[in-house]
């Protein structure tokens, strides 16, 4: 293994710790506290079997690729933030956009009400059709 490849599985790490993690509220918020969390996720990860380390170990320049690793998560983290801060503007303008649609709608339903409001028309009753018919017989 070279140092781009334990680079790029370094960068891999990052983000998926980054994708995948289990974050409480303040962490998705600050991003100290985010990039924390996820290079704890990252630390603990090394311990499991399947772990690149473990390749890294066996290799004649092993300092230099877990440099590389390490340095490649670091930007897979910062990467993830990233995404993360963008995919929440995103989400955030369009709950806007749906505040603002449904305010719109309800206004044109208030005044939708209030002009059949004005024009006489009462809200339909229960009368039946013989009841009308006998109203109109009375008033003739």
Not at 27 to 46: H, P, S
Not at 77 to 86: F, H, L, P, S, Y
Not at 119 to 125: D, L, P, Q, W
Request: aromatic share 10%.
């Amino acid at each position: 293994m070279n140092q781009r490849q334990a680079y790029r599985l370094g960068v891999d790490s990052g983000l998926e710790a980054a994708e995948y993690g289990d974050f409480t509220p303040a962490e998705l918020q600050d991003e100290e506290a985010f990039l924390t969390g996820c290079f704890e996720i990252c630390e603990n990860k090394r311990q499991f079997a399947g772990h690149p380390g473990y390749d890294f170990a066996r290799q004649a320049n092993a300092d230099g690729l877990w440099d590389e690793f390490d340095q490649g998560e670091s930007v897979g983290i910062r990467r993830g933030w990233r995404e993360r801060e963008q995919q929440g503007r995103v989400y955030r303008k369009l709950d806007k956009l749906a505040e603002d649609l449904a305010d719109h709608c309800c206004k044109r339903i208030t005044k939708a009400e209030e002009r059949y409001a004005k024009s006489g028309f009462k809200y339909m009753r229960q009368n039946t059709l013989e009841e009308l018919i006998k109203k109109l017989e009375a008033s003739v």
